[in-house]
């Protein structure tokens, strides 16, 4: 196992524990059913992309996006966060306020595909169905990101997000807060009858998901430098909802463990499947990837059937000094 | 200085007047108007489907009045959501279990509390040291009120898990967490233990000599008869006569629609 191939697996890693920690609040936790999510990682990563890219007209002009200000680091991140939590604001409004929450989800859904199909067809916005490619590495200015250090370094940024983003979700996990967020999960009536607000809980929820999502967009998209419609396609939503059933609903250690069996752990398989050549030829071309589909729903029906609290259920809060 | 004269306790903490409630067609309420006195019990009483539940959740902002209007202490509450009620101290418990099943017992109190640091996004990030003395404080409260009502050996289980008449007992300790000045309950006897029943009703009139005022949905007319100061009938989403227990027997199209039969 090389370095670069070490680093490349820690970094997804990174990158899908932030993204399911942010998952889990918002549907383990509060109950928001968001399919949606992957826009939200989608917009932090074209933010961070255009703030830290120079204008279109540079490079030649091969490719057209709006903005390009080639801000340093950490500015394209930090908008890449703002950017998931902004755009949470005009969603949340529209579709958590009124909406019954099976509708939400559907709303949601339908959000993602509009989304998408949106970007892909306008493609002087954010690059069109080709995407936007030549984002700069953060720090390449600093230090050349083809090297070995700089492999542990984008290693070590994103290990500092990754405890970032565990700490402010497991802050608010396990605080009065959380346990008002869990109420209103479990029936929103008797929540708003003991006096929670909860489209300002959602909406709340909604958005400090959305700036994490939006974070974990800015590193990948730092990492692999090209970003296009192809990337967010909303089955990507659904294969961090399987990482949550799989990890645990509201269990953030779950999460974390979810982000490493189910993403992590199924492009790593498919991966070694495609590199062994006597597995790769069988069947048609692409058939290991549709397999893989198979696999994740298979996964979500066999965990909502035979343990649908996944491996770390949430936890039962005991306190101090009770009887027994 | 006028207000001196007459005694504040006088003035109804709730005035209801002429709330009508519709689904789509049914008049599940239809023009009820109600003065609620303070520091007394007040019993709402009726057939099934009389409306009670529908009135008690129209009062408490769960259902929305389709018209009519609410004055809670001296303010127009008609348009308020639940939640801004609840924290006015109007507070409702539901006919039906509500409990907040994935979460403890002691939790379902606790959630209640609505002075806790830690019950903000800035309370929750500022960590644990910032909230920690209220969280005792009320985990102090919330095992009171689990001693008086027998249910201290539950505090750690599910309520999920518990019977409907432990749930029943969680949801009228979730409601006092609140420290309600109005405390509007729907049934809150039916399914529970007889014996729990007693101390509910004392504690019920405990609460009544610290000032708190209730109205309360109850099937069980001997417990009307010991626990409301005052009676209100309905029948098909009306008011059909209001008085004491006593004077109410007396009247005889309230016996026939309601108390016999
Ligand atoms: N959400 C609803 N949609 C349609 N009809 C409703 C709804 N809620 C209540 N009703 C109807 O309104 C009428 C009054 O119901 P309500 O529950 O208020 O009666 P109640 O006096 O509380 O009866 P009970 O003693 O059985 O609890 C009933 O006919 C009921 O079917
Ligand atoms: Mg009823």
């Known amino acids: ?324 | 200085m006028s207000s001196t004269l007459t005694a504040p306790t006088d003035k109804p903490m709730l005035v209801a007047n002429d709330i009508h409630r519709h689904f789509e067609g049914m008049h599940a309420v239809d023009g009820v108007s109600l003065d609620v006195i303070p520091g007394k019990i007040t019993g709402l009483i009726g057939p099934n489907g009389a409306g009670k539940s529908t009135f008690m959740a129209v009062l408490a902002g769960t259902l929305p009045a389709t018209s009519g209007t609410i004055v809670f202490d001296g303010e127009d509450i008609t348009r308020m959501p639940a939640y801004m009620r609840a924290r006015r101290r109007l507070v409702r418990t539901f006919q039906l279990p509500s409990e907040f099943a994935q979460l403890t017992v002691l939790e379902n109190l606790l959630v209640a509390a609505p002075t806790n640091r830690g019950d903000s996004l800035f309370g929750a990030l500022m960590g644990k040291r910032y909230w920690i003395e209220d969280e005792r404080r009320l985990v102090g409260e919330a095992r009171s009120l689990l001693k008086r009502f027998g249910m201290s050996a539950k505090e750690s289980d599910y309520a999920g898990s518990m019977s409907g008449g432990q749930k029943r007992l969680i949801e009228i300790m979730r409601a006092l967490m609140l420290h309600p000045s109005l405390l509007l309950l729907d049934e809150p006897m039916s399914g529970v233990h007889p014996k729990i029943v007693e101390e509910i009703q004392y504690y019920l009139q405990d609460l009544r000599a610290e000032g708190l005022t209730i109205l309360m949905v109850e099937h069980e007319l001997h417990m009307v008869e010991r626990l409301c100061d005052t009676v209100v009938v309905m029948a098909q989403g009306k008011v059909i006569g209001s008085g004491t227990m006593t004077s109410l027997r007396r009247q005889r199209e309230i016996v026939d629609a309601y108390l016999v039969g």
Not at chain 1, 13 to 34: K, M, P, Y
Request: proline residues 7%; contains cysteine.
């Open chain 1, 1 to 324: 196992m090389n370095t670069y191939y070490a680093a490349n697996l820690l970094i997804y890693a990174g990158i899908d524990i932030i993204a399911c920690l942010a998952l889990n609040l918002q549907f383990g936790v509060t109950g928001i059913v968001n399919f949606s999510f992957i826009v939200f990682q989608a917009v932090g990563a074209y933010a961070a992309a255009v703030l830290s890219m120079p204008p279109d007209t540079a490079n030649g002009g091969f490719q057209h996006y709006i903005g390009g200000y080639s801000l340093p680091f950490p500015a394209p991140w930090v908008g890449g966060a703002v950017a998931g939590g902004l755009l949470a604001i005009p969603v949340g409004f529209v579709v958590l306020r009124k909406l019954r929450s099976d509708y939400q989800a559907i709303a949601l859904l339908v959000l993602s595909v509009i989304a998408n199909t949106v970007i892909t067809n306008a493609d002087k916005f954010l690059g069109g169905a080709a995407g936007i490619s030549l984002v700069p590495p953060p720090l390449s200015d600093v230090i050349n990101p083809n090297t070995e250090p700089y492999e542990y370094l984008y290693v070590g940024i994103t290990a500092v997000c990754v405890v970032l983003a565990l700490v402010v979700v497991n802050r608010v996990v396990n605080s009065p807060y959380g346990r008002s967020l869990r109420a209103m999960r479990e029936r929103e009536l008797a929540a708003a009858a003991i006096g929670k607000n909860p489209v300002q809980l959602k909406m709340t929820i909604f958005i400090v998901g959305g700036v994490i999502a939006g974070l974990s967009g800015a590193i990948l998209v730092g990492f692999i430098q090209v970003w296009a419609p192809s990337v967010w396609l909303y089955p990507e939503t659904i294969i961090l909802f399987a990482a949550i059933i799989v990890g645990g609903r509201g269990n953030n250690v779950g999460a974390i463990l979810g982000a490493l069996l189910v993403p992590v752990g199924f492009e790593e398989v498919t991966r070694l499947l495609n590199n062994n050549a006597s597995i790769a030829n069988l069947g048609p071309p692409g058939l290991i990837p549709a397999l893989q589909w198979v696999a994740i729903g298979l996964l979500i029906l066999g965990f909502l059937w035979f343990r649908p609290q996944g491996v770390r259920p949430e936890p039962r809060r005991i306190f101090e000094g009770g009887p027994e």
